[in-house]
């Protein structure tokens, strides 16, 4: 049994995620490398200590430079939050070690693309955390359309809804300010649904959207961790940076339509990560809330029974159905984390590059950006322009 | 073009359900015969005239006997309160008129089958209102299991669930007394339940059910109509004389194993009548407040992409859809009465007996009553021992 | 009683749609202006006569400009196919005739904006078929909206998916012939989805759209009426020359972001008219393939019992409820048109101006008009400019 | 941080969802007893050293009495098949430590009272595997009873339905032999139902049931392991001696009636553990295959906005939210053990008796025999006889 030796960086809510999937691994998927939880880097040391304890990594630090220094890791994983993404990368590559890295890849695509060199250069594995396309329901989808069950494909509308600031009182977190977040629900959300739409449908060509930051001020939290704050710094408010909701339209290369949608001010939609699929032979329907279900249609069916099938994507033809219950038993969210854990094994043993990568996260980026210009200069921008 | 000239007594609810039929049917149904509606007959004669003017009828009367004297009608109509069916059916029987009956044919077995025994003795047509049949997804269904699509049937259960008098303070209506209506959810709901079970499934032979009154004792009304009653009697209560819900057990002469529950005290269903069927082969799902869908499953789909499949049946190949509109645009309640009146003049055309007829009344008394007996002396009845 | 006298110009799907609209309203809405069927005109002899005798109109012609010069005629109805709708609703107002003409109004703005002219000149009542207003849960929508209890709105975004030309096969009907209809999805689905967003959030400001025609020709038709068409011409093609597929972003006066898709290649989808709109105290949820059901969340409920509920408005305190059946009890597709019936006699008993009506009409063609110059000219493009 | 050291018994499909549920505690409930996994026991010595290397387990073994020998563990995990439950039990409550035992506790009523005796005189905590309790959504269900919020209990009606044996060529596995398993669908199934009925609707106190084998004869497998089995023994076939299918009709302490099936054979469904709840304030529906849906309806709910409303499980108010993760991100199937597994920590730090425990396994077992009890005498059957 060979390991892989993994020093993390971050311990937030995707610390949590990708410690857990590490953590799982190697019970249910036995004959994979077993990742070795070796160091936790966190910025707060009573918080990574705590962390470290309770994850179950082996060492903790608050350095994380210490981290590259040292010859006994192979692997750095990156969830800390998105403006030090890039440092890290970069100098971990040049450290020859291995790298994953949360979604998004940087706060800007030139960023995006010096990390995408970086490791390239120094020639080492790298994937990015689009952990969506690891649901077995989406592997589903994206198996029909390969085998050619959908056909050619028209439409492609995704929509990325939750609610977490409809209340203005909700106070001004990290993912609400520029400098730090880079993005709100354009970058957060709209990020996977691209990510999505690449993987599904392939390249897109052109876009135009269009944005709005519905709440310009909230209070300003004396203390935040993670999605939650807490208190608020004397009743003083600050300028929301980013956007509230982000919706564009876009053509793929394939002459495939899209429709993209994100926003947090979905009253009543806690995390709806959806998308639906059209072509010529056939449909399909996701809902991230209802994750282990596809609703799939097929133009050839009789014609007397025809309609959305309810397919669970528990039964066992479908991907790492052997390594989890029955057929019928939910699987959850932290699940899309362990599969994406198994491909980053699975490449490593197999000295291939895994899949996303750095060069789906620059993709994302790319696409991200050109939305954000169509949106400034108020026009359909050309994806190859960036 | 021929017609068929109708009587009809009762102008309340089902009264207005069924003009309606007579009234719609030349007009989807252009080549079969036409209903005229000749005369409308109810004891109150200011209700019924006002019936009369809205319905469309040519003319009204509030004696009933009256209409068997007619000449120039046809068929007589009965959807008058349940205790006065079996004197009219076989009056009109013997006046050598078609019957069309509301269900339950009668209060008791014995009644309806003396009813049966008119009808046929007459040699005069005769069916019964067990509308829900004509719901395209229903026969849909039907044709399913008729074809072998759904294999050897293992199980059959259905309930439909109201809730119009969860409320203690709900007046004491006709329909919860057991001289006029018979019987309670049992008689109203069950009813339906039990003919939906002979028309897919097949004859039952034994049967085990509870029953219970939720609510003993209900203000007085002191006016009532239809479904609804207004103002109390000076605050006096009455008795509640039948059941608010019955649930039993049965046996099909196919080997398939049953299960039906009717109940007013099913909070948050206004309608809820529904039914599943589980096959060898495959599998279907019924709910009345979505009509228009059945859910259908075969076991020999695909293995990746098995799954319940939502068909509409609004699609052309489904039952009426030619006289409606074009696929995905639904139609109500009101549909299920017509389609009845269309079978109803198909047969007379073809000189056969409509389906359902009395038989099925009868047969669905039957099982009513058995019922009824395996709760009164707790055990298994068979159906032949009624 | 009053009357309302009729002449009806077309007989084939909407012709059907009307006609049935005035046969019912007076059975269900007995203490309304009985609409009085008195002609209906058609260009094919044969068929206007078959129309007449099946739907019930006194009368038929086949000369339309018979019907201004009666003087026993209150209304001209407009149901004929679109390219002559101007023509006729100019000539008809200009005789002193109450208007109710189908949408859309014309094949372009600046005709529909003569027609709204000539009916304001002529000091007639005009309406426009814009049915789906009057599906109950939708007017449940419009009165949480107005009522305040979704708060401010957010979002809007709506579909209408159907799939009946998704077979390259399918012939080249008039519906896909811009001389005779104008446009494609986006006039004939969209216009709807326009509509129904002025009716519930308002005004739009700007707009930005593309489309597509996936099948760029199909085969002629030699023969072809209301939706279907039959046979081809010797395997002869021609060009499909109107959209396929249709999609915007849109900009409301307050503040919501609007996005549209109308599509006749979404696989699967028989006719799924949908909507929805997330406010600051809630949202809502509608498709008319269950149109009996609101989806509504609000966000004051109770926090651990929070969630979208599904709603049936055929509950009594629903709009029209009272005139139909029990509660729980479905209606369908042909009910919109009766209750669009209701409106447009009660307008005329109250001396008011039905609504939906011409300036509705006009306001939904500037928006497709919009549309399409910002497809043409790949810009946003501001409603204020056409 | 103290720890709780474990011996467990078994090693499969329980087996499993067992050892992650302590794997993954103390890393999503930090602050709880830590449970130690100190060594796991099987029969065959290769798969249970496989497992334990997999699962976690220090060390392994073939001999369950050598556990009871030790004194390093305070808790015995039984999941072995259920024939051993008992013996187990019961020595390993005289050897005084606790017990964890999977459902059905025993083969017997009898025998299950035997082990509750067992481990009520050596005073040590037990517990039994109603896993299904601690689904969040569960949780809420009684939570709303609990608060009154639902009134008064009218009806309930549960089924698990489950299609894994529907084809006759499968496999003769041990789960379809009655000296192995003790019961088919009955036992396997139909004791969650009952359980959850305790849970929350309370005590029943008569039943009433039929059962069917609709398979007599199956395929006898050459080898077989969990609910999978593979081969066939030169195609010879035996017994098949548990049911298929069970139905029942209850009646509970409170008033309420219940309806229960249980079924191997409902087409198209992998595991449909589904429950219904009328009372007279309102209504809630659950099903596994949505485990984190929870549909709740309220009589008190403003009258134009009645509905079920979905709501989700995994917002903050709900059981468990806290460790897991953010609104809307579902969790599965292997959580109600995890969760099982913090209410075990929970009660043996507090010195209580966990819930469920053998005294609710007692009460289920009593429920499975007269449910049995009254199918071989075809009658109703009093709780209180057994």
Known sequence: METLKIGMIGYKFMGKAHSHAYRDLPMFFPTHIRPQMKV????????????????????????????????????????????????????AAKAGKHVFCE?????????????????????????????????????????????????????????????????????????????????????????????????????????????????KERPLPSNMTGLSATGNLDGQKG???????????????????????????????????????????????????????LSVYFVDDQDDVQGFRRVLATDPPHAYSDAWWPAGHPIGYEHTFIHSAVELMEAIREDRLPVPNFYDGVNCQQVLEAVDLSINERRWVQISEL
Chains 1, 2, 3, 4 share one sequence.
């Open 239 to 293: 300028a929301v940076t980013v956007d509230d909701a982000t919706l564009f339209l876009a053509r793929f290369r394939n002459g495939a339509l899209g429709s993209f949608e994100s926003t947090r001010f979905a009253t009543g939609h806690r995390s709806t990560n959806s998308f639906e699929i059209n072509g010529s032979k056939g449909s399909v329907i996701f809902d991230f809330e209802r994750m282990n279900e």
């Open 40 to 91: 936790i880097c966190g910025r707060n040391e009573e918080g990574v200590a705590q962390a470290a304890s309770q994850f179950g990594w082996e060492e903790y630090t608050t350095n994380w430079e210490d981290l590259l220094k040292r010859n006994d890791l192979d692997l750095i994983d990156i969830n800390a939050p998105s403006d030090v993404h890039k440092d890290i990368a970069i100098k």
């Open 103 to 215: 979604k998004p890849l940087a706060l800007t695509l030139k960023d995006s693309r010096e990390m995408l060199e970086a490791v390239e250069l120094a020639d080492v594995k790298h994937m990015i955390g689009f952990n969506y396309r690891f649901a077995p329901a989406v592997m589903l989808a994206k198996k029909l359309i390969d085998e050619g069950r959908l056909g050619d494909i028209y439409h492609f509308r995704a929509w990325f809804l939750q609610d977490w600031i409809v209340n203005p009182e909700f106070p001004l977190v990290w993912r609400l300010q520029k400098d730090i977040a880079g993005s709100g629900a354009h970058g957060d959300l709209g990020a996977h649904l691209i990510d999505l739409a690449h993987y599904l449908i392939g390249e897109i060509t052109e876009v135009i959207g269009m944005n709005e930051t519905f709440i």
